[in-house]
């Protein structure tokens, strides 16, 4: 015979059947009924009943609604049994039992049954409860409501005729709530809730007990089955064949007078992970009057006073609930004339700080160990701390005031406060001027990123996850929320509609990219707090587990020692090109390029020599005693140069001037300028090119202009020696870029090793470098082992090596296709954001591999936007990679992400949480 029904007090039976492992028990009697009886076991005040098992709820819908054949002679002596214990019967009229039907799967989904209380009353039971409880007023609106609930949740009669009654007599009475009708009336109006039932169920409202009782298991069971449910579960990818259980559990009351209370309340705080309950309760209540929020109900820190005895029992149970989950518990509670009972306990849902908090509050109260904590945050959360965000008070204000104009997708996280800007050039203009711009379009082209760039947040009217708002945003880090349809953007108005509200461009607007929402006017933000100390001490731990180094991308020493404050171990990547486009030194690189002969080439680069020095120099201090990678000037030079497109318009501009000269000083003064850009045309025409990505950069242009690579080199070197006499201890790695070829890479090296020495003997100051490259060319990869002949490091380049790999450029891709790509699912990710494992890891795999047979201990890192990514970080750990850096504010994210594929290694307890190397 099936075993299909187990008391609470039976969970060490079930336990033995699922053979020990708590999980199964919960497949089977569900999370709700496992964790009840559970709590009954450690001796928890639990009020007594007995679960349905799934499985009984499996055999029902397989056999198409016919109840296992024992299972109802199974409740029967479960009853029974619980009536002995509390000496009350069921259907009794003198000393009724009530009882509750929950509804209880593996997962707690939403479009599952609705509870129904007060299981037990008719018209008989009734008469009995009123001297019992004294309480004729609380006894038929109990009454009233079970033929609601049932009537609603288990013969499906809708709401409406319920709701019209009610309302009707609420206009009679002129009272404006439910619980203002007398008892007369309830009584009255249960007798008319009696009858819609039967009216529109075509059944009337079952007067036995035990027959209200099988039908709500019954409507249980087939809720599994519903729309809702169902759809849930596909979204959230649950079995269909799990099956609900169903609890059925003596009733009790807070709402039996002022000795009585009920309410939900966490054992530590879930905002900010500070120790103590909190959470809500209501004196002389039931269950969903709490929620409900028709009375204001009181904070725990009141029940400490109203019942002192019983908020210290509480706390008890609390902790011992703590204890035995080894998490914070969401409890329901309910206090009848002063007897306190648990209904329900789970692992309550947190804020990212509460979760950092209490992680590691626990981890010190020796309630988990350190690796634990560790995996217990995700680096989602550990991200929040990053990103500023409204202060709650601002937030309610703005609520409050009615300046929330929208919800949409939140698709970069963030808080963003600004004024309207609605093309690109105008956030740039703005905030170059100094205001606070957040950028608003109907969507963004690959021609709004410098706009975007510029402004606080972006906010776009249309596109979705994968747009090329959202992308962007997300690459740098811009709080943005997009596909916001409820506003509409009137651009020659310069105007936006939102309702039947007008704001004008200039009007400030604060958007949250972590919410999604759009608030009018000004927020207060909050900003990021890596300081945290709880946050710091549990990337402390991640630090002690972790195997793979965390080093940063820096071009500042501002950023290296942002970075560095962040836990980096070193610098991965500083690309020098960023210091040749700052606007003093831009005119001497433009002389440089242009140069006519070589001395003039030379004359230009003496001048920037002493500016690359100066960066160097502040980047080596930064980084005192580690490692700082810079990689040479990677980019083609016409970057560096005006369009052709802006002067060809200034030439004609001069040309139509020279026509109106009114004197020969002016035409001569002309005429230069007509020369100079005459000549500047031509340059930039000469390096032009038809496919720059593939073109003139990288060390192919330190091949051909030897002189700007060796500058740099100098520039490197004397400012090592320079901070070396300060001493600072410093390590320049020099990393030569896009090197297809190992005789690219030897001979640059060997003028670059040149220069270093002669820099070196001039000084009589020895310097510990080391030369290596970039790998980021597929033929690189798969010659590693004639690369690293001349490379004491390398370092994977998987922005250029994913395009060069896939055959695609990033820009144009993003523009044009790989937004359809992904919504299409011809790619299920990006792979931009995520190393392709097939496709680019396995290139690295080879050259990891050929590299270090043929250098042994060959230092191989990762310096692409991929190495702050947590499913990346993984898989360069897979390789056996020494370190991966990204930029400074990703450092935390990878310390922990780090930590936590060190742990899934070590520990692979469950084979489909593992990684996939
Ligand atoms: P939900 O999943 O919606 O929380 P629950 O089954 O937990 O559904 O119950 C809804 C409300 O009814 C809760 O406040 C719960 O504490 C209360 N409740 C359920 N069973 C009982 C009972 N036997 N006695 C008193 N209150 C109950
Ligand atoms: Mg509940
Ligand atoms: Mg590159």
Sequence with gaps: MTKWVYGFDQVEEAEVFCENDWDTVRGLLGGKGANLGDMTRIGVPVPPGFTISTAACNAYLQ????????????????????????????????????????????????????????????????????PLTDDPHFVYDSYRRLVQMFGSVVLGVRDEPFEAVLAAYRQKRDVAEDSDLSADDLRAITGEFKQIVERFSGRPFPDDPFEQLRLAIEAVFRSWDG????????????????????????????????????????????????????????????????????????????????????YTQYETIAQSLERHYRDMQDMEFTI????????????GKRTAQAAVKIAVDMAEEGLIGRDEAVQRISPEQVEFFLHPSFTPESKQEALDAGRHLTTALNVSPGAAVGVIAFDADLAEEWAQSGRSVVMVRPETKPDDVHGMLA?????????????????????????????????????????????????????????????????????????????????????????????IGVWANADH?????????????????????????????????QRMIMATSPSERTEALAQLLPFQRRDFTGLFRAMDGLPVTIRLIDPPLHEFLPSYEEITADLADLKIQLLSARSLPEVDQLLVRVESAEHLLHEVEALREANPMLGLRGVRLGLMMPALTRMQVRAIF??????????????????????????????????????????MNETGVDIDYQFGTMIEIPRAALTARQIVEHAEFVSFGTNDLTQMTYGISRDDAEKAFLVKYLEEGILDRNPFASIDEEGVGRL?????????????????????????????????RSLGLDYVSCSPPRVPVARLAAAQAALRDAAPTDISEMVPV
């Design 455 to 547: 402004a606080e947040g972006i906010l776009t009217t249309r596109g979705g996850r994968t747009s090329h708002a959202a992308l962007v945003a997300r690459q740098f880090g811009k709080p943005a929320v997009v596909g916001a349809n409820d506003l509409e953007i009137d651009l020659s108005e310069r105007t936006m509609k939102v309702g039947n509200e007008t704001i004008n461009e200039g009007e400030w607007i604060s958007i949250d990219g972590t919410t999604g929402e759009v608030f009018s006017g000004k927020l207060e933000t909050r900003t990021p707090d890596l300081e945290n100390p709880a946050l710091r001490r549990l990337l402390e731990w991640a630090d002690d587990v972790r195997d």
């Design 557 to 589: 020493p501002a950023d290296a020692e942002l970075a560095r404050s962040y836990g980096a171990e070193g610098i991965g990547l500083v690309r020098t090109e960023h210091m040749f486009f700052d606007p003093e030194r831009l005119p001497i690189v």
């Design 718 to 759: 004397e400012a090592a020696i320079a901070v070396k006499r300060d001493g600072v201890s410093v390590h320049p790695k020099i990393m030569i870029p896009l090197v297809a070829h190992v005789n690219e890479l030897a001979r640059q090296r060997a003028s670059l090793e040149e220069e270093a020495a002669l820099v």
């Design 336 to 347: 009848e004339r002063g007897t306190l009972w648990i209904l329900q306990t789970r692992n």
């Design 63 to 130: 056999s198409d609604g016919v109840m296992p054949a024992d299972l109802l002679d199974q409740v029967s002596s479960a009853l029974k049994k619980i009536e002995k214990a509390s000496g009350k019967q069921f259907g009794d009229t003198a000393n009724p039992l009530l009882v509750s039907c929950r509804s209880g799967a593996k997962f707690s989904m939403p479009g599952m049954m609705d509870t129904v209380l007060n299981i037990g009353l008719n018209d008989s039971v009734v008469e009995g409860l009123i």
């Design 844 to 876: 690295m795999s080879i050259a990891v591999r050929e590299g270090r047979a043929a250098r042994p201990g060959l230092e191989a890192g990762i310096c692409g936007e991929h190495g702050g990514d947590p499913a990346s970080i993984a898989f360069c």
């Design 227 to 310: 729309k809702r449910a169902r759809d849930y579960r596909n979204a959230a990818k649950i079995p269909h064949d799990l099956g609900t259980a169903v609890n059925i559990q003596t009733m009790v009351f807070g709402n039996m007078g002022l000795n009585s209370a009920t309410g939900v309340a966490m054992s530590r705080n879930a905002t900010t992970g500070e120790s103590g309950l909190e959470g809500d309760y209501l004196t002389n209540a039931q269950g969903e009057d709490v929620v409900a929020g028709i009375r204001a109900t009181k904070p725990m820190t009141e029940l400490a006073k109203e019942m002192p005895e019983i």
